[in-house]
């Protein structure tokens, strides 16, 4: 006997660490044909990595920053589509009434936009002698939280510099995710400290699968992306782990196990809400 919804239980994640280039075109071209690869690779849920249009940097995002809707993502639109998956459309340059935005569009199986994420934490750090950047130079901050529903679980979104802060990952999982994709383009000083760190402790923290979208590593780039997509488990178990190269990494996700870790280890039913809370200030 199956049960209700069983057939759902497990769903294919697959994470496309592409090599980005300055050409705007040939980036959504590989982009797209990756995407199909994953698709046949049975992938139901596509992510595509942080700035996957356009080379990571203040300079660039000007230069390279287009509308939602507009030319890269008609193209997401269309693969989507086509594939018939699930498709995070990692994050570009996005252009709205003379801001600009470190923006993520999600489509559906039909091509339809299902949601669209800003970068809601801007990267301004300064590591002396490392690596000092400044995104607010060029970029505003989103003002919201965005989740989207598939018929395996919730998902919610978050880009790079978003996963160092636990409450949003805490807010998705009090709104019923089991899913946070956070397409990143964590560097050669963070990367090897904290990128998979800090995937994992966002999983164990709200019991929920976490993915992580890099572009490849190109060491000629001004900004050299750490690469290393992973899917990490609610367990905190590495699952999938791409190297620096170019590729696709696929892992299926099981919300079985999932619905068991949080029955043996029950931290949501265990928390001193008279002691303490996160609570989201905007919907």
């Keep these: 006997m199956v049960l209700p919804g069983r057939a759902m239980a497990t769903f294919r994640l697959a994470l496309i660490q592409l090599q980005v280039s300055s050409i705007k075109s040939d980036n959504v071209t590989r982009a797209c044909g990756l995407i199909r690869e994953a698709a046949t690779q049975g992938a ?45 459309g990692g994050s570009i340059p996005e252009e709205d009434a003379g801001k600009l935005y470190n923006t993520c569009a999600v489509f559906g199986p039909d091509g339809t936009l ?22 607010s130079k060029t970029l505003s901050p989103g003002d919201s939280f965005s989740t989207f529903d598939t018929p395996y679980c919730r998902v919610g979104l978050g880009i790079c510099y978003d996963l160092r802060f636990a409450e949003l990952a805490q807010i998705y999982a009090q709104r019923g995710c089991q899913l946070l994709v956070y397409p990143g383009a ?31 590593r190109d060491d000629q780039a001004s900004y050299v992306a750490w690469g290393h997509s992973t899917i990490v488990s609610p367990w905190g178990e590495v699952l999938a782990k791409a190297g620096t190269e170019e590729t696709v990494v696929c892992s299926d996700i099981d919300l079985k196990k999932l619905a068991e870790i949080r029955q043996q280890i029950p931290i949501f039913s265990q928390k001193r809400s008279d002691l303490y809370a996160v609570e989201a200030k905007k919907p």
């Design 44 to 88: 139901q849920i596509v992510s595509l990595p942080e700035c996957f249009n356009s080379p990571y940097g203040t300079k660039y995002f000007p230069e390279y920053a287009e509308k939602i809707p507009g030319e890269s993502t008609q193209k997401l639109s269309e693969v989507a589509k086509e594939c018939g998956v699930y498709l995070i």
């Design 186 to 216: 964590f560097n050669m000083t963070t990367g090897p400290a904290h990128w998979e760190l800090l995937q994992r402790g966002r999983a164990v923290d709200n019991q929920v699968y976490v993915a992580t979208a890099s572009p490849a």
């Design 114 to 135: 299902l949601v669209k994420y800003r970068k809601l934490h801007l990267f301004d750090i300064d590591v002396p002698g490392k690596i000092t950047f400044q995104e």
